[in-house]
C-alpha cells in the first residue's frame, strides 16, 4: 500500500478516549479537516489506504501478528546472540514483553468509524462509481471487525475461556468499544472496557454487516488477487470468531465453507511439489487475505533492514542474499521432530550457520525478500489454516471421520504420510499438531494455546519454564499511559 492522504486530526491520531488530549496536535502546513478531506468518494477511498497502512506496522501485523505468536509459545527457540535480543523476552515470556497493538488497533479503528460514519450519507458520487462505495463500506466494516478482533485476543480472554483460578480469576473485560469517530477533543470521553462477549458479539455484527454489503455488490467473479480484503476472507474471519466463541462450531463450518467456495475465492491447496515455491509468490496461491509490500515504498533505510520479518528470521550474511540479519528466531528440535522426512514442509527450514558464529541452527525461509532487500508479504489468513480450524469446528461436535478426512487432504498435499491419521476423539490433539507443523512462523500457536485454554510450554533449548493458563502473562498489558491517564480504564491484573 501506499500512503496517498495525509489526515492530521484527531481522527487520525487518536488511539484511545485516555490518549486523545495528549495526542491531539495539528500541523497547519499539513491537516486538512474531515469535511474536506472525506468531501466525494476519492477521499474515503484514500482513507482506507491509510487503514490497510496501520494494519502494515511492524508493530502489528508487519511482523508482530505474524510472528511473535510463535516467540511467545513454542514454535520459536530465539537465539540472543543473532537477534540483537529481539524478541529474547518474549520467548522467555519475560514480563511486559507481549504484543503492543493497541495504539495502531485503534488508530485504523477511529480511521474506520469515520468512514463508517459518512459513507452512506456520500450524495455526490458518480454512477461508475456507486459500487465502490459498497465496497468501501464492505472493506471498512471487515477490517474493523477485524481490528477487534485482535485487540480483544491479545489483550482479554476468550469467551468461556476465562480462568476461574489465579491472578485473573473471573476477569472478563476485553478492548474498548468505539464505534463513532473522534473528530474534535470535546469528544473525547473516557470509556472503560467492554465484556469479553459484548466484544465478541460486535465483532460478530461488524463480519456479518461486511458480508452483507459485499454481497449487495453481486460480483459475477471471485477477485483476482488478495491485496485487499475481501467476503472470503470475512467468512473466514467469522468462522475464527465463532471457533473461538466456543459453541459455535457448526456456524463456523458454515463460514469456513463459504470462505473456500471457489465463485468468491481466489485461493487454492497447494500440492507438495510447490510448496516452497508458492512462498516465493506474490500473492501466495493459499491467501485469502495478504499484505502486499512495495519495496521502494514501505522498506526503506534501516526500517526494514531492521524491523522486518526478513532480518528476524534468516541467518546474518548466510541468507539468500548475503546481507546483515538481527535472524534469532529459529525453528526448535522439537518442531523438526514432528516433521517426517517425506514432508514437504521441511523444505522451508534449512539449517546453517552465521557470519558470525560456526554454531548451526534451523531457519524459516517462509521470508526470503522476495519482493526486494528485506520484504516480504504477510500471509494473513491461508487456506490451510481454513482448512484447519473446519477440522477442528467438527472434531469438536464429534464428527471425527469428517475432520480427520480435511487433515488427510492437508498431509497428501503435503506429501505426510496419512497413516495414522485418527478417526476417533484423538483426532482433537492431532489437527493442533498439524497446526502447528503448518502455520509455524505464522503467529497462530500463542492463540491456538490460550484460546483451547492449554499451558504454554517453551523448547527445551530456551530453559523456560513455560506458563500455566492461569498466569498473568497470557494476557499483554494495556499501555501504561492510556492506564494512567483514564480512570476508567482497568489495567490487566497483576501489571
Known amino acids: 500500500m501506499k500512503k496517498n492522504l495525509f489526515i492530521y486530526v484527531v481522527a487520525g491520531l487518536m488511539i484511545s478516549a485516555a490518549s486523545c488530549k495528549k495526542l491531539v496536535q495539528v500541523d497547519p502546513k499539513n491537516s486538512i479537516t474531515p469535511e474536506v478531506a472525506l468531501a466525494d468518494i476519492d477521499g474515503y477511498s484514500a482513507l482506507l489506504v491509510s ?27 530465539t537465539v540472543a546472540a543473532q537477534s540483537g535480543n529481539r524478541y529474547s523476552g518474549q520467548n522467555l515470556n519475560t514480563r511486559n514483553s507481549h504484543y503492543g497493538i493497541w495504539g495502531a488497533a485503534y488508530g485504523a479503528i477511529n480511521d474506520l ?13 458518480p454512477t461508475a462509481k456507486k459500487s465502490l462505495q459498497i465496497q468501501i463500506k464492505a472493506e471498512a466494516l471487515a477490517l474493523r471487525g477485524l481490528a477487534y478482533f ?4 491479545v489483550y482479554g480472554y476468550e469467551p468461556n475461556r476465562i480462568p476461574t483460578s489465579g491472578t485473573n480469576a473471573n476477569f472478563n473485560k476485553s478492548a474498548v468499544l468505539r464505534l463513532t469517530p473522534t473528530k474534535l477533543v470535546g469528544q473525547a470521553d473516557l ?7 459484548e466484544v465478541y458479539t460486535q465483532i460478530e455484527k461488524d463480519f456479518l454487516a461486511a458480508i452483507a454489503a459485499f454481497q449487495s455488490l453481486n460480483l459475477t467473479s471471485a477477485p483476482t488477487n488478495p491485496f485487499r480484503i475481501t467476503e472470503s476472507a470475512t467468512h473466514a474471519f467469522l468462522g475464527r470468531t465463532y471457533l473461538y466463541w466456543g459453541g459455535k462450531d457448526a456456524a463456523a463450518v458454515t463460514e469456513f465453507d463459504k470462505a473456500i467456495a471457489p465463485a468468491i475465492s481466489f485461493a487454492k491447496l497447494s500440492n507438495a511439489a510447490n510448496i516452497a515455491g508458492d512462498w516465493r509468490k506474490s500473492p501466495h496461491p493459499e491467501s485469502l487475505f495478504e499484505l502486499n509490500y512495495v519495496q521502494s515504498v514501505e522498506v526503506t533505510g534501516v526500517t526494514g533492514s531492521n524491523d522486518g520479518l526478513f532480518t528476524y528470521t534468516q541467518p546474518t550474511g548466510r541468507n539468500a542474499n548475503s546481507v546483515a540479519t538481527f535472524g534469532g528466531q529459529t525453528v526448535p528440535n522439537e518442531l523438526i ?5 517425506t514432508d514437504a514442509r521441511r523444505s522451508l527450514i ?8 560456526s554454531t548451526t541452527y534451523n531457519w524459516s525461509n517462509k521470508y526470503s525478500a522476495v519482493g526486494g532487500p528485506y520484504t516480504d508479504n504477510v500471509r494473513v489468513i491461508r487456506y490451510a489454516d481454513v482448512l484447519l480450524m473446519k477440522a477442528e469446528a467438527l472434531a469438536n461436535q464429534t464428527l471425527y471421520g469428517d475432520a480427520a478426512a480435511l487433515v488427510v487432504q492437508l498431509r497428501t498435499n503435503r506429501g505426510a504420510t496419512i497413516v495414522g491419521v485418527p478417526t476417533t476423539a484423538a483426532i482433537v490433539d492431532y489437527i493442533q499438531d498439524e497446526r502447528r507443523r503448518e502455520l509455524f512462523f505464522e503467529g497462530q500457536r500463542w492463540f491456538d494455546l490460550k484460546r483451547l485454554g492449554k499451558s504454554i510450554t517453551k523448547p527445551a533449548q530456551s530453559g523456560a519454564a513455560g506458563l500455566l493458563y492461569t498466569d498473568y502473562r497470557l494476557l499483554a498489558p494495556i499501555p501504561t499511559g492510556e492506564v494512567s491517564l483514564n480512570p476508567a480504564l482497568p489495567q490487566n491484573p497483576n501489571y
Open 51 to 77: 487503514v490497510y497502512d496501520r494494519m502494515q506496522a511492524y508493530g502489528y501485523y508487519g511482523r508482530d501478528m505474524a510472528l511473535m505468536g510463535d516467540a511467545l509459545a513454542d514454535n520459536i527457540y
Open 113 to 125: 468509524n469515520n468512514i463508517l460514519a459518512g459513507i452512506d450519507g456520500l450524495t455526490n458520487v
Open 150 to 153: 485482535d485487540l480483544a485476543r
Open 191 to 197: 470509556r472503560t472496557r467492554s465484556t469479553v462477549v
Open 337 to 341: 521432530a514432528l516433521l517426517e522426512t
Open 350 to 357: 534449512f539449517n546453517s550457520a552465521t557470519a558470525t558464529t
